[in-house]
């Protein structure tokens, strides 16, 4: 199960979420000016509390990426959420294009599995 997607287009940030979704999506319209900005919440999939907000995936189409290289892009999402990353968001799922890319291709790849365990679990090797 996937968790809810948190869409905002062309600026407009429209949706629902809680707080740390509102501040990604605030801070990456910012830094970014995106086209179009998805914000997917998939804490829940995740095993965590209820309400927790720890793993998240975005979808980011801006020009800002024009002429970069996959990884610059990342990094780009990654500095504008450099506050988040360090405290409450644990694992962030970046899909970053440019609105030509987004506009021969308007579909996002599902989100990866989660492979379960935490810290608590002992492996098996």
Do not use: V
């Given at each position: 199960m996937r968790g809810p997607l948190l869409a905002a287009a062309g600026g407009a940030m429209g949706g629902a979420g809680g707080p740390l979704a509102h501040t990604i999506r605030a801070k990456l319209t910012a830094a970014l000016q995106p086209t179009h900005l998805e914000v997917r919440d998939d804490s829940p999939r995740h095993g965590g509390p209820p309400g927790a907000e720890t793993h998240f995936g975005v979808l980011v189409v801006s020009e800002r990426f024009a002429g970069l290289p996959l990884l610059q892009r990342h990094r780009l999402v990654h500095e504008a959420l450099r506050t988040e990353l360090a405290g409450p968001l644990h694992a962030l799922q970046v899909i970053a294009r440019t609105p030509q890319q987004w506009q021969s291709d308007p579909h996002a790849p599902p989100?990866?599995?989660?492979?379960?365990?935490?810290?608590?679990?002992?492996r098996r090797g």
């Open positions: 989100a990866p599995p989660c492979l379960g365990g935490s810290k608590r679990e002992q």
